[in-house]
């Protein structure tokens, strides 16, 4: 039987499992999927964590090893150390290399704290758990100042198009809600907040009319920004930065830059720059029988859970296009998002303005949150394998 190996499991990786069951008949295909959590934590849903609502990190966290096993696939949780392409072997931590035939890397960008000197974890987060939790806690006590920044993307140099911050709508969202929160708590005139984003424009991958609501939507709450940050340093209390005066801030949260994937650059896999080199359907440059889906790979961006749900699509369907003798679809990539907003409501945007595309769709309101809503419970409840999949 054909061995295939997915090395992730979440958006990347479990929508991989999902085509691959969907497309494949079982008795064709021996499927193992790795992961060091048996669980997938739904970082969508942590920015409303991180927005003083700590425990609602515990609703969001989704069964994917019984998800993958209910389908006769094997989950195997471990970590992974390496990947050898000339053995077709994944050398785990606690279990005996694993052979593949066909190999699907999704285990999105190692967080790249160390990059600016003096910002590591425990400065703030969102984009993990324990972050999130720990950051809607401290956002509970009392504070006069906070930040929310963004890293920026180590892209390799050719890359197109380009994007400057690793992920600039979780902070967006988060500073929204933190808002809204505080405004009903009777506690935001006393409270400066600041965005801070290398890029030039806030929702730099979605188009002018998003951009545009977001500036108006952030001075209208009066939250600050600062844009083309370039980070010098950072210390308790401060962001110092190469071309500006620093800014204080009691309180920080950062989205850390995003600098590849640790895996692939010991596997001698990477594009220099900690990326995975795919194709238009996700193959890699040099090793036919690896697909690369989701954050880890340099042809996804923005770096969003959508992406990776259509970037596993497009890989499967190539893989079977090939078992089958058919003509595969190449990544088309558009973008499709909301940013809660608070009080019930959201920006919606469908846009492929990020590819040269000249199409952005933008609606604010209650639908809009709904339907983000939706999609989210939606995910929860069907482990990701959803009847409609991106
Ligand atoms: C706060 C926040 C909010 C977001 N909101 C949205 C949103 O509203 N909409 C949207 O579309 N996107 C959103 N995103 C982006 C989205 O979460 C990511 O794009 C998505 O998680 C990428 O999925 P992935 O499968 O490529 O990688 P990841 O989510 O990074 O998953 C990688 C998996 O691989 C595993 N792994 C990695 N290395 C190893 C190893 N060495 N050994 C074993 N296991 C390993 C990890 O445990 C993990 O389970 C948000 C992100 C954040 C941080």
Redesign the pocket.
Known sequence: MHKVVI???????SATAYWLHNLFRRRHLDITV????TM?TY??A??TAAAAHPRLADNWHIAMQRRCEQAGQRFVR???FRIDPQKQQVHLASHPPLPYDTLFV????DPGWQTIPGLGADSGG??EDYL?RQTGDHVQRPFRSIAFAIGPLAQAPQDRPRVSGS?D??AFEVSFLLDAWLRKQGRRSGVTMTVVTPAPVPGEAFGPKSSAFLLRELSRRHIDLITNARYARVESGAIHFADRKPLYAEKMMW?PPYHGSK?LRVSGLDDGYGWFPADQYGVHREWPNIYG????SST?LP??????MMQARTAVHHFYALQRHGTPTPFRPYVL??VWLGRGKGMLTMSNWLYGGGRELMHVGVSSALAKAAFDYGYKVFSGWMPVMP
């Open positions: 090395l992730g499991a979440r958006f990347g990786g790795v992961d060091q959590w997938m970082r969508p942590l920015v471990d970590s992974i999704a285990t999105g960008s969102v984009c999130a992920l709508l979780p989205v895996l889906v989701g954050d880890v996804a770096k969003l859970g959508h992406i990776a998002h909301v």
